[in-house]
């Protein structure tokens, strides 16, 4: 990316933060003060506007990644195309809690209140057997993430009673367990910080990681 490009993206995302910081303190009133909502499935609802350095390095990879013929995303089209740039996560301490938020999440598309724009997207993790004697699949790609979560991309719908200035922005709504949060974060910073900057971890912690996601898949549908 050229750096005008770079500087005309970073200058608009500056001037937008405040809506999305807007929209995202409104959906987390929206969920915890509706009466319909499960409130005993719900242990937290945490949320984070993208880093600017993190939404280039994005920009630069998805441009890289574009088929022949898809325009480039750019300043007048990535908040269309980058659908992360708010990030909402609902934070449940059982899997039954997320399939009874889930429920919720889809009756408030049903309303209206929220609009679907890709999703549900189920981000699963090694569902795989415990048991030493197992061979690995030669198909299977050690690096990857390890957790589990629901993903959706998500607008409000056109009866959400929010501003008008929030309607059209995209988030990201991540629905997970309390055990899954923990493991993505103790991936994050031992294994994929380490992975994004060039440092090339040794087979054996790859197949570490690997492990323990199989493990704590199986502890989790306890």
Known sequence: MKQHQREAILISFLNEKGKYKKLAEYIVQLIQDDPSS???????IIYRIKDEIRLIEKINRLNKELEAGVPSIIEENYPERVGDLLGVRIICLRLSDVEKVETYIKLLSEENILSFVKGPDQ???FILPVNPGDSIPYDIDLRYSGYS???????????SD???ELKGLLFELQLRTILEEAWSEIDHKYRYARSRIGVNLPEHIHMGFYNLSAYLQCVIKI
Request: net charge negative; no cysteine.
């Open 38 to 44: 499960p409130q005993e499935s719900l242990h937290t």
């Open 123 to 125: 981000k699963t993790s």
């Open 149 to 159: 979560s629901i993903h959706y991309q998500i607008e409000l719908g056109e009866n």
């Open 162 to 164: 929010a501003p008008p």
